[in-house]
């Protein structure tokens, strides 16, 4: 005996096929269709030399398609910035194949799905069997607020599956704002400042032995006010420094020539003149550079260059008389005591003075009668002490060191008669 299936029609046992072949207790016949769809059966006895050949009524049924069960379980919320995944677990299938594709909704996105809303996060994985599928990598929230995944499986060609789709309140995750921080506060803009030097030379030509004025004008152009000004000058070769003044502020004069301006408001200026004389022929070239405290939005007019030509003085040209050497005043030096015994010691004390006043840092040099001593500087007072020891009788010379004395001072030795001793 033979049971069949029709292969094309539900409802005539048309060219079947065997499920069974042989004794078969119809009682306990059982068969698992391989997919859904319509099916028949029916049961045919081939015969024997006993019994005549038989086929039972054809019976149609129908076998549905499975209908599987998706179970979801979302990440756990937190703060703004949290990475929110979901898992489906998808159950119940006949050897399910299609998608799985999940959708976030949200904040606060209480449908899942109102008219023309987008979901903020879409993504669809591949099914094979039964089995728990996951997101990766993920949505990473930048609000806050109560967000809704739903998680449909669609089973595209598998006639075996129908689809199916979570609940819309099933995986509610709440993410909640960042915890509170103080906000620091805030950096006023550093100050700019647009300092610019104008420089000029003159007279240009001019010759030897001549005086040049070097004017530098300091100017701030902004747009905050500019502290701490330094301007440096070095002093061209073949020139001399003569003077400088300025209109702000202090300079001090030399082979570099240095200024502390201070400060200077937008739109202000300082003038600065400086006069040297010409000593070479040739031509002088004068550089000066200014700087503040503040950023510098132009540094390209922080220094400015002027030159000057010099010439050789035409023949016969008057020539200056060189100044005269200042005459130093002389040194007026006072000894105590007035006399000294020759193997005697004493404590002489001098006194250096000018124009009846003290002077001080002098040395003394001591000449004769077996001394030649320098004694220590004399002191603000203008005095020194020494101790001497006269080797014999003479005349002692004092005069001050490195100092044009007013008077020679002479002190005469006594020389000491020592009886000889007599038992």
């Given at each position: ?155 595209g060609n598998d006639a075996n599956n129908t689809g199916v789709t979570s609940g819309c309140n099933d995986e509610q995750v709440t993410v909640t704002p960042p915890p509170n921080t103080p906000t620091p506060p805030s950096t006023p803009p550093q100050p700019v400042i647009d300092l610019a030097i104008t420089k000029t030379g003159a007279p240009n030509p001019t010759t030897t032995g001549t005086s040049i004025t070097w004017t530098m004008v300091v100017t701030n152009n902004g747009p905050d006010t500019a502290t701490g000004i330094n301007l440096a000058d070095p002093l061209p070769g073949g020139t001399t420094f003569v003077s400088v003044t300025t209109t702000q502020g202090s300079c ?172």
């Open positions: 005996m033979a049971v069949r299936r029709p292969a094309r029609s539900p409802s005539r046992c048309i060219d079947p096929f065997d499920l069974v072949n042989g004794s078969v207790d119809a009682s306990a016949f059982t068969q698992t269709p391989a997919s859904a769809g319509p099916y028949a059966f029916e049961a045919h006895y081939n015969g024997s030399t006993t019994y005549n050949e038989a086929t039972s009524a054809c019976e149609p049924l129908t076998v549905n398609p499975n209908q599987p069960t998706i179970h979801t379980t979302p990440s756990a919320g937190g703060n703004v910035g949290v990475v929110l995944n979901d898992s489906a677990l998808l159950a119940g299938g006949f050897q399910p194949q299609g998608t799985i594709t999940f959708k976030l909704f949200g904040p606060n996105n209480a449908t899942c799905n109102p008219e023309g809303a987008v979901p903020v996060y879409t993504q669809t994985v591949d099914v094979d069997g039964n089995g728990t599928y996951t997101t990766a990598p993920g949505y990473a929230t930048g609000a806050a607020g109560t967000y809704r995944w739903v998680a449909t499986y669609n089973p001090a004069g030399g082979a570099l020539i240095t200024c502390q301006l201070g400060n200077l408001a937008k739109g202000g200026s300082i003038t600065i003149t400086l006069v040297t004389s010409a000593t070479t022929v040739g031509t002088d070239t004068n550089t000066a550079t200014v700087v503040g405290n503040e950023t510098e939005s132009n540094t390209a007019n922080n220094r400015a260059t002027a030159s000057v030509v010099v010439n050789a003085p035409p023949p016969g040209a008057f020539k200056p008389p060189k100044p005269k050497k200042a005459v130093a005043y002389c040194a007026a030096l006072m000894v105590h005591p007035g006399s000294l015994f020759a193997g005697r010691h004493a404590v002489l004390t001098l006194k250096v003075t000018k124009h009846s006043k003290a002077v001080a840092g002098v040395k003394v040099r001591i000449n004769g009668a077996g001394l030649l001593i320098v004694t220590h500087a004399t002191n603000g007072k203008g005095v020194v002490k020494r101790v001497v020891l006269p080797k014999k009788a003479g005349i002692v010379t004092f005069r001050p060191v490195a100092q044009k004395s007013c008077k020679n001072i002479r002190v005469g030795v006594i020389g000491v008669f020592t009886p000889p001793v007599t038992g």
